[in-house]
């Protein structure tokens, strides 16, 4: 087994070449911390997977982006839950990203009900800005994450109970890792994500998080969320020795990368308040290493 570069596990250096950057290649806007749609998602299947993360985010920048009104938000997401009854009835719409959603759900036969857990989720944004208890954030992230992983197995025909139990735990993982990065954006958007529970657990109040306070607390109930999401990324790493190869690098990269924002939180002791973590030129250099020695 040879390490630095020339071969691992039977891979040339022009495979790692390859997959670092095809790694980096995302399709979506958004999604700048995990790679998405790259080049190693076989071409047959990548206009599904951007049409699946065009629908997903579109969808969510209902819910977040822009000042409309609550009513208006849930006027839109009803609007896509109307264009997702015509798909289902045959009649796929022109506009998009309806017409891509429609193309995919033919060509792949993918099951509808993923597409309507997103968008109860995003609704639920709309109305329920806290939690009280961790059980109702673990519930919301099986709508809006869960069913992004359970639609790319599908793509693969890998949509089997197991795959599906280990995908669950790695997008939900995923979605803790975006909320704990983003809790002082989220508290812009009116919302927290930390369980009130948790919160009262490592006495916190919540209008610390407006302050911006990062103290000894803090710093212990940002690394006791920090574990979690990181166990659950852990969980689900077998995922990847089932998969094929494009794909397990894909998703060995989307893993290296939610770990990576996860250190990051942890180096700066929870303080996401004056340096939110991105992932920079050197994250990827370490990820690339990462994926392709494991």
């Known amino acids: 087994?040879?390490?630095?570069?020339?071969?691992?596990?039977?891979r040339s250096d022009s495979s790692v070449r390859f997959a670092a950057k095809a790694?980096?290649?995302?399709?979506?806007?958004?999604?700048e911390n995990f790679p998405v749609a790259s080049r190693l998602i076989p071409a047959p299947l990548?206009?599904?997977?951007?049409?699946?993360?065009?629908?997903?985010r579109a969808a969510d920048d209902i819910a977040d982006e822009g000042n409309a009104p609550p009513a208006a938000r849930l006027a839109q997401l009803d609007h896509f839950g109307a264009m997702l009854e015509r798909i289902e009835c045959g009649d796929v719409p022109a506009e998009e990203p309806f017409a891509a959603i429609g193309a995919a759900i033919g060509r792949h036969a993918l099951p509808l009900q993923h597409f309507r857990d997103l968008l109860s989720a995003f609704r639920q944004d709309v109305v329920q800005?806290?939690?009280?208890e961790f059980a109702q954030v673990l519930d919301y992230c099986s709508r809006s994450a869960n069913p992004i992983g359970r639609l790319l197995l599908r793509l693969y025909?890998?949509?089997?109970?197991?795959?599906?139990?280990?995908?669950?735990?790695i997008c939900t993982g995923l979605q803790l890792t975006n909320f704990w990065q983003d809790v002082a954006l989220d508290w812009r958007k009116g919302r927290v994500y930390l369980p009130a529970e948790d919160l009262a657990r490592f006495?916190?109040?919540?209008?610390?998080?407006?302050?911006?306070?990062c103290d000894a607390r803090w710093s212990q109930l940002m690394a006791f969320e920090?574990?979690?999401?990181?166990?659950?990324?852990?969980?689900?790493?077998?995922?990847?020795?089932?998969?094929?190869?494009?794909?397990?690098?894909e998703l060995k990269f989307v893993l290296?990368?939610?770990?990576?924002?996860?250190?990051?939180?942890?180096?700066?002791?929870?303080?996401?308040?004056?340096?939110?973590?991105?992932?920079?030129?050197?994250?990827?250099?370490?990820?690339?290493?990462?994926?392709?020695?494991?």
């Not at 800005?129 to 009280?132: E, F, L, N, S, T």
């Not at 025909?157 to 735990?169: G, K, T």
């Not at 994250?283 to 392709?292: E, F, K, R, Y």
């Open 1 to 10: 087994m040879k390490r630095g570069g020339i071969e691992r596990g039977g």
């Open 23 to 31: 790694a980096q290649s995302v399709s979506v806007a958004h999604y």
């Open 46 to 56: 990548r206009p599904a997977v951007v049409a699946i993360y065009a629908f997903a």
């Open 129 to 132: 800005p806290r939690y009280a």
């Open 157 to 169: 025909h890998a949509d089997d109970v197991e795959h599906c139990r280990l995908a669950d735990a």
């Open 203 to 213: 006495g916190v109040a919540e209008a610390q998080i407006g302050e911006g306070r």
């Open 226 to 249: 920090v574990a979690r999401a990181r166990a659950l990324l852990d969980a689900g790493r077998p995922l990847a020795r089932a998969l094929p190869l494009r794909l397990a690098l």
């Open 256 to 294: 290296a990368g939610g770990l990576r924002i996860l250190a990051a939180i942890d180096a700066v002791q929870g303080d996401i308040f004056r340096q939110r973590p991105q992932l920079s030129r050197r994250d990827w250099a370490a990820m690339t290493a990462s994926v392709l020695t494991r």
